[in-house]
């Protein structure tokens, strides 16, 4: 298993957007949910400025990306 770095959620999102995803709206509270048109796959990211995103919250983030540990990290 790939150890996974701390990011923040300014990073997550800049790493979907160069995997091709775009914003699709505003979820409750402080979530955002983004949009892959290519894949069809949908993301929920908690925007929580200040906050590093925990890593278990990380690892679903990439699996429901359809993304690899290894692939997300390289990105």
Same mark, same amino acid.
Request: hydrophobic share 35%.
């Given at each position: 298993?790939?150890? &996974? $770095?701390? &990011?923040? $959620? *300014?990073?997550?999102?800049?790493? #979907?957007?160069?995997a091709g995803f775009v914003f !699709?709206?505003?979820?409750? %509270?402080?979530?955002?949910?983004?949009? @892959?048109?290519?894949?069809?796959?949908?993301?929920? *990211? $908690? @925007?929580? $400025? %200040?906050? !590093?995103?925990?890593?278990?919250? &990380?690892?679903? *983030? *990439?699996?429901?990306? %359809? #993304?690899?540990? @290894? !692939?997300? #990290?390289?990105?």
């Amino acid at each position: 298993m790939t150890r &996974l $770095p701390s &990011l923040t $959620p *300014i990073q997550v999102i800049r790493k #979907l957007k160069t995997a091709g995803f775009v914003f !699709d709206r505003q979820a409750k %509270g402080s979530h955002e949910i983004w949009y @892959n048109p290519e894949t069809k796959k949908r993301t929920v *990211i $908690p @925007n929580h $400025p %200040g906050k !590093d995103i925990p890593k278990k919250t &990380l690892r679903s *983030i *990439i699996s429901q990306s %359809g #993304l690899s540990v @290894n !692939d997300f #990290l390289k990105i």
